[in-house]
């Protein structure tokens, strides 16, 4: 019985917690829309649900996979991933957002794209099984694209070629580093036909926005919380499968791997399997 009502207590803490950032998110989402809005022209709040831009489904049914930090720094880590992912066939609902040429902390080069031969021939052929590459900024220093329209179209143009040279040159999606972007980056971005996913929203080329719903349990998650992130997980892909909002699960190889990371993911991919 005291075990019951313990499980209880936690069950009724999740819920209050999660709810409570659900409602933080919606304010949030709300007034960044609006400060943006007021600041450059190429924000409206319009939360538009026509979401064929670039040929992405978003059926509010099956969360889409995020995963951050593609790099071969973490070669080993991207498989330990993709083996889970594989395993629910879940390789047409995940995005895999590539750093051209990482340097953070500096490494003179090491993990750009074009030196490590082996790293890109695994990436193409994820996308041939169905993983969409995508670009998540270019060395990913540290809030890189918070930066002038210059400095922007530099780094862009740079990261560009990197993935053209790889053979990679139908980009369609941007994930800044650290979400840090101010209007004149966005400006470039949207300038270049990206669509830039958010915390809190998706902006289009075109200017308009949807609101999503764009979580992260497994930053080095420890075992033993793995069932009490399930839960908060679940209620949130719920909540927004009732509202109708795309939901989206980031994560990042380096830190997923750690603990109980991969065991999340397994069993949110089972959960999604039985109820959608």
């Given amino acids: 019985m005291k075990k019951l009502l313990i499980s209880f207590i936690v069950v009724l803490s999740i819920t209050s917690i999660v709810l409570g950032e659900i409602f933080i998110s919606e304010n949030s989402s709300s007034n960044i829309i609006k400060e943006n809005k007021n600041n450059s022209k190429y924000i409206e709040n319009n939360s538009k649900h026509d ?37 629910y066939h879940y390789a047409n609902h995940t995005m895999l957002f590539v ?13 750009d794209l074009r030196r490590n031969k ?32 210059d400095e922007c179209l530099e780094k862009l143009h740079n990261a560009e070629i990197i993935m053209r040279d790889c053979g990679f040159d139908n980009l369609s999606f ?52 793995v069932n009490l992130y399930l839960i908060k997980a679940e ?13 989206y699960l980031s994560l990042h190889p380096q830190t997923i791997t750690y603990g109980g990371g991969l065991e999340f993911l397994n069993k949110f991919l089972k959960f999604i399997n039985q109820t959608t």
């Fill in 51 to 87: 979401v064929k831009n670039h040929n992405v489904k978003n059926n509010n049914e099956k969360p889409i996979i995020l995963v951050h930090d593609v790099s071969p720094k973490y070669f080993k880590q991207l498989k330990e991933v993709i083996n889970v992912i594989n395993k």
């Fill in 99 to 111: 750093i051209p040429d990482l340097e953070n902390p500096p490494s003179g080069g090491k993990w």
């Fill in 118 to 149: 082996e790293f890109v021939k695994y990436l193409h052929e994820l996308e041939r099984e169905g993983y969409k590459i995508e670009l998540h900024g270019y060395k990913h220093t540290f809030h890189e694209f918070n930066c002038p329209k």
């Fill in 174 to 225: 941007f994930i800044p580093p650290a979400w840090a972007l101010n209007n004149d980056s966005l400006k470039v971005l949207l300038e270049h036909n990206y669509t830039v996913i958010l915390t809190n929203e998706i902006i289009y080329p075109n200017g308009t926005t949807k609101k999503i719903m764009n979580k992260e349990y497994t930053w080095y998650l420890k075992k033993e919380y």
């Fill in 235 to 247: 209620i949130n892909y719920r909540y927004a499968l009732k509202h109708h909002i795309p939901f």
